[in-house]
Nanobody, 131 residues
Framework: QLQLVESGGGLVQPGGSLRLSCTAPKSTLDYFSIGWFRQAPGKEREGIACITSSNGTTYYAEVVEGRFTISKDAAGDSAKSTVYLQMNDLQPEDTAVYYC????????????????????WGQGTQVTVSS
C-alpha cells in the first residue's frame, strides 16, 4: 500500500497564497504520476493538476491554470519525495478539501483529471479562502 500524506492547507484571505505538499516514499515518483484533486461541499471531486512520472510533464485544469503550479522534489530527503502545489491568487471558490493521488505510469492529456487513473489517495487537506 502506497501512503501519500498531504499538508499545507489552512485559512487564507482572497488573493493570498498557499503551498500544499504531498509526501510519498522515495521511489514513488519514478513510477507514479501525481495528481491533485479537490472537492468542495456538495460538488464532485475535480482534478486540477498533474505531473507525470516519465518526464515531469504538467497538466492543469483551466480553472487554475496560471495561478497554480505543480512541481516535484525527488532529490531532498533520502527516504521520501514530495510533490508541491503552489497556489497563488486564491479565491473563495478555491475552498475545498485538496487531495493528492498517485497513478502508475503517465495519463494522457485528456485523462490526467480522471480519478480512475489513480490508485492511491491521500487523506486530504482543507483549504479555506475567506476574508
Amino acid at each position: 500500500q502506497l501512503q501519500l500524506v498531504e499538508s499545507g492547507g489552512g485559512l487564507v484571505q482572497p488573493g493570498g497564497s498557499l503551498r500544499l505538499s504531498c509526501t510519498a516514499p522515495k521511489s514513488t515518483l519514478d513510477y507514479f504520476s501525481i495528481g491533485w484533486f479537490r472537492q468542495a461541499p456538495g460538488k464532485e471531486r475535480e482534478g486540477i493538476a498533474c505531473i507525470t512520472s516519465s518526464n515531469g510533464t504538467t497538466y492543469y485544469a483551466e480553472v487554475v491554470e496560471g495561478r497554480f503550479t505543480i512541481s516535484k522534489d525527488a532529490a531532498g530527503d533520502s527516504a521520501k519525495s514530495t510533490v508541491y502545489l503552489q497556489m497563488n491568487d486564491l479565491q473563495p471558490e478555491d475552498t475545498a478539501v485538496y487531495y493528492c493521488a498517485a497513478g502508475f505510469g503517465d495519463p494522457s492529456p485528456t485523462h490526467y483529471n480522471i480519478p480512475n487513473f489513480y490508485h492511491y489517495w491521500g487523506q486530504g487537506t482543507q483549504v479555506t479562502v475567506s476574508s
